[in-house]
């Protein structure tokens, strides 16, 4: 089992940034994929970003493309995502994900990723 906690959501203005953490303990092994995605009141959960293990590849959604930076620091079994000039509508509980590259699927579906977080708020005001 992968156990995976976020941290770092909270309460910000329109334009500002937030930088949110994952950190992931337990079996860990055969370079996982990591990622996010988001939950806003009253719609789907979406797809956000994801990095490869080893960092070379990094995805984002289009909509935060530009604005978003997904990293993260295998030492520490940590990934980060850099949130900059935040909208209110990115409002929503961001999810930490993980799942071993053996794995297919794709990163836009969350039945490709079999580990969850619990999530973290991120509330953006206009």
């Known amino acids: 089992q992968v156990q995976l906690a976020e941290s770092g959501g909270g309460l910000v203005q329109a334009g500002e940034s937030l930088r949110l953490s994952c950190a992931a303990s337990?079996?860990?092994?055969?370079?996982?994929?990591m990622g996010w995605f988001r939950q806003a009141p009253g719609k789907e959960r979406e797809f956000v970003s994801a990095i490869t293990w080893s960092g070379s590849s990094t995805y984002y959604a289009d909509s935060v493309k530009g604005r978003f930076t997904i990293s993260r620091d295998n030492r520490k079994n940590t990934m980060f995502l850099q949130m900059n000039s935040l909208k209110p509508e990115e409002t929503a509980v961001y999810y930490c994900?993980?799942?071993?590259?053996?794995?297919?699927?794709?990163?836009?579906?969350?039945?490709?990723?079999?580990?969850w977080g619990q999530g973290t708020q991120v509330t953006v005001s206009s």
């Open positions: 337990g079996r860990i092994f055969n370079n996982p994929i």
């Open positions: 994900v993980i799942k071993y590259s053996t794995t297919s699927g794709s990163y836009y579906d969350i039945k490709t990723w079999p580990y």
